[in-house]
């Protein structure tokens, strides 16, 4: 059962692999009404290009998305929104020397046991490119979210490689630099780590925070539709997730059930340890998830391998990578929370009115 | 849009409150002929029961599972398998002081702002209890799954408050002691925090590993139906998760790419920090997944709350409870462990034969 | 894939077989705070039962319903409403001479040939006793969405055999004899046809209408979700049932445009060859619905079959069977368009608010 | 919740208004390695193409094919297949004197009441125009069945308005007229009413009827997800249907049991009254769907109507419509029947092997 569709009733499917005539999705079940437009889409995705420093790859997509369907004379209709964006800076020719060989770290190795015939230019399916239209959906969700209910999302880096960057958060400055990083106290350092690494050729992972808040309390279905159960789901399956927190997360091992409880005052609550969500259900307060993202494996450092025919292979690896994937993944990380969270609304909206 | 149902080809859905009548699950999908009994659902449970140790809840429940339908002459047909177990040690009037006090870190509060009208005794529908069919159906996943394909899946206590327990790991003795703690070395250790806990009311959180080995490679639906999307999911479902990581995890961060990428010879992987899943698919490598379970919110140590007209109350839980409920989740992260790899072993043979 | 699941947001998935320890449904997504008792449950369950005159099968079950979960203190909580039936007057040795035979037109030789082991007694999961359990968790729909809507719902059989039933249509007759006939002029008709029927030991088919007054206007997914599409698909999962019409049905293939086109004034339309819905979409005007039920296979008068190993045998149906099924069908296809009204209603609801 | 995803492991989701920028749709679930080409797609889209006679609308669309995604080298890769179709000859000004007018028989006011804005432009997203995607991903299923399978699907017009056209089903001849007519002795009948019906302004229906041959025995899903009860759903949702028969039909009504049952010897079948369709499940013989299509609303001849204020307003329907859409309905008739199948055929293997 193949399984491109991400959401029960704001339902995104994305198609298209890195280097084919075109990525797009469709969103079913969006509301009609909604006011938007291309150019607004287009605004987030500038926020993930690549290009936009030299920390990441150089890839120029121009990204231009195309809405051919669902939205009439500037509002959504309740009918499938389709979008498109075609892929110019394809070169697939840096690929032809791989076909055949196995990329470790990637999923060469699956996609080839999985469905032996594949196209593998470019990681084809599995590339990250597919996450240009997880942003595109997350920004008609977020428009809706932030209209109806003044839900506010925003992510930012909290670690890159060994460095934390989240010891001030101070959001306003989160989209001045090229990291997402909260505290401008290191972003330089953070540019000569990332400088050092590309010289050396190796990569480093990252972990990513982010916040929704106004969120309405009662969003999640408990038991198996839980709004951290559907949160865990959406951050693992952006590409190079490996882990994923709700709240104080793994800290929570450490922590006793006095420090951990939430105490509640007629005021509201004293603290949140939960991260907004409560037996799978939100609380009103904060939603707060973070996501590790492993380094990338696409390095010019050589490595050992296999071909499709199971040969010893040394595999380098050309192209133009991002050597911290983790850069470029806040816009992803909002656009999957954004999602998640509007996909709640309408669940809710249906069972309790 | 409620969600008591997990799984898409392997599909659990599970019903029943903690002091209602009884709790049961319908498990549609499964494969005709199965050989499977009453009593070998009831082995699996009595690993997960309460009252084993004093380190559990004393609440003493039968846990005898009938199977109304879906088994004729000792095997599966094909059609849905219903399961029940009465409910038969509940004293709700533990709970009747209780049922308009809001207990923090419970999901009472939830549970009113999204229902207004709940079962409030022992939980309700969000209690642990409803994880007992998690492991009965889990059960016959896993005895498919090891029939078919010889998959062995075991878990283990990691850590357990700030004890690790995962320095020696001997899974021979994971079953030997009532933490399935697989370093028999720090057991009394295990004994005496978990003794002193008791004594001073507070509760503490855990983390629990669990591996699945001999999975074949292919499984798992790349983009949104990921194999370690849908164990996040699973294991973020169960009660009190908190966090959830596939193979290094969080460690990935400070990784370098030469580190994490796990290179390849024709006799193997040369290392597992993948977790056995590249890009969503498993790799046939070992399936390695480690969850966060926060410390009971139950204590009878006071604490501030409000009832549900907002007027400010001290609660004070009483009951039968665990101090930690990690102690009896190593049970419960199999059996989901086991009903992703089920449902997925079933999507792998739809699309690709 | 199997499916024993019907609905999306108002999830209705039943169990059991019919000589079986029981028979169930889970219903799942429910709105929370409708009154229900297992009493009104069975008032409806009443109007499908067995043994109610000499046409239907004398076999005599209780069903006597048991609600275990999801209603508390007499409303629905919103979580799983599960209800289970015991089968209390299976007599399976009827079967035991028929268990490696085929019997033609039952479902015998396409569960062979899809599951190879099956529950054979009493057509096992096949059986007609399975719909027991749409009339369960239709009550509950029907209720809501007459609380709720003031909607209505009355079927009636339109035709049994030859004879034409719905010439006159009086509604408030139909509950006063035992065919659910609207038409009190026919009643003494139909009651010798049977009986002349039943001496023949020969069977027939019938035909059931149903109506849904005050169904709100927006019901219905355009395009795969069509309000008529799924009502289509809920007639033809019931047992037996062969056809399905809306509205003016085949007989619009000899109708002109001029005559079909339900003409509209600002007092309404001045037709209904709709039946109430157009492009998938309800109307507001009454949704009419009509079923073709094919005449019971199991016979006393011999025919040919095979047995499981492919030789020639003599099939005569003993046990206890409906000579027309369609008799007790009229609240089966009720319950069916309640089911689906009020799956409509919560999409409705999830989208448009 | 918004639907326009068909099928459930073989699934197309389908974009686009008559009107707007393209259609298009998105097939996920495909199987790898079927070989597949955009002419082969254009071949059968030929088929339902407008403008072949004087019998249809004279809109003339180049129905281009575009696959943007999930073939690589000439064959599928088990990724989500995108095709898209630019819509070239569409004249939106035949629509601006009807845009705040309910056409009565369309879905102006139903989708006026559901979402309240909408694309008025050639019935937008209710157009006739989605279902050629359905035929585009049927020539996919199709090939498939064939090439797996050797399942073989024709579809005739078995009436248009009075004229019955299936007393002679001769399907070799069925290509060679534009009327999918199987007996050609009747063409010129057909050409005859035609005209007329064009002349006098009218419109009348149609039924059309599907075969599919070499269907394997197990396919259908016993309860909910049976084989009948999903081709019911399926063709009731192309624009216009009313009704749908399996096999006998309304027929069986009237048909005595001993009629109707289908005997069974060691060398098959003696009759074919159910449509190779028992309890759900496929039973290898050739499986008989019959759809009934209404005539079409688009008339010249005026009728009485509202407008979107709620006043009376005549109606003339101007722009390019079919006389009968049954005319064309055969090719998406198949491509639904092959879109089942292919489903259904994954249904299978997924828990069945």
Same mark, same amino acid.
């Given at each position: 059962m193949s399984d491109n569709t991400f959401g029960r009733l704001f339902r995104m499917t994305t198609f298209g692999e890195s280097h084919g005539p075109a990525i797009g999705c469709v969103i079913d079940g969006c509301p009609p009404g909604l006011e938007i437009s291309a150019d607004e889409i287009h605004q987030e995705l500038l926020r993930r290009a690549?290009?936009?420093?030299?920390? &990441?790859?150089?890839?120029?997509?121009? !990204?231009? %998305?195309?809405?051919?369907?669902?939205?009439?004379e500037g509002r959504t209709t309740g009918t499938p929104i389709a979008l498109v964006i075609e892929?110019?800076?394809?070169?697939?020719?840096?690929y032809t020397e791989i076909a055949e060989k196995i990329r470790p770290g990637h999923a060469d190795y699956t996609y080839w046991k999985k469905?032996?015939?594949?196209?593998?230019?470019?990681?084809?399916?599995?590339?990250?490119?597919?996450?240009t239209m997880r942003v595109a959906a997350g920004a008609i969700a977020r428009k809706y979210l932030r209209e109806q209910f003044g839900v506010e999302i925003q992510g930012w880096l909290a670690q890159l490689g060994p460095i934390? &960057?989240?010891?001030?958060?101070?959001? !306003?400055? %989160?989209?001045?630099?090229?990291?997402?990083?909260?505290?401008?106290?290191v972003v330089s350092q953070l540019e000569s780590h990332m400088d050092q690494l590309r010289k050396s050729g190796d990569s480093c992972g990252a972990r990513i925070t982010a916040v929704a808040r106004n969120?309405?309390?009662?969003l999640g279905e408990p038991v198996y539709g839980k709004l951290d159960a559907d949160l865990a789901s959406a951050m693992m399956s952006i590409n190079a997730a490996k882990a994923v927190e709700v709240g104080a997360g793994f800290a929570c091992v450490d922590q006793l059930g006095t420090d951990h409880r939430d105490e509640i005052t007629p005021d509201g609550f004293l603290s949140n340890h939960a991260g907004g969500i409560l037996g799978g259900i939100s609380s009103g307060q904060d939603v707060l998830v973070s996501v590790a993202f492993k380094p990338?494996?696409?390095?010019?450092i050589p490595c050992k391998s296999v071909d499709i025919n199971g040969n010893a292979v040394e595999v380098v690896t050309k192209g133009r990578h991002d050597p911290?994937?983790?850069?470029?993944?806040t816009p992803i990380v909002e656009a999957m929370l954004a999602l998640v969270l509007m996909d709640h609304v309408l669940r809710q909206r249906a069972q309790n009115g």
């Open positions: 690549t290009g936009k420093s030299r920390h &990441t790859s150089q890839r120029k997509e121009k !990204d231009e %998305v195309q809405i051919l369907s669902g939205v009439f892929n110019t800076d394809a070169r697939s020719k840096d469905y032996s015939h594949r196209d593998y230019r470019g990681g084809g399916r599995s590339s990250a490119r597919e996450t934390r &960057t989240d010891g001030v958060i101070n959001l !306003d400055s %989160v989209e001045d630099n090229p990291f997402f990083c909260p505290d401008p106290g969120v309405p309390a009662g990338t494996s696409s390095l010019r911290c994937v983790g850069i470029r993944a």
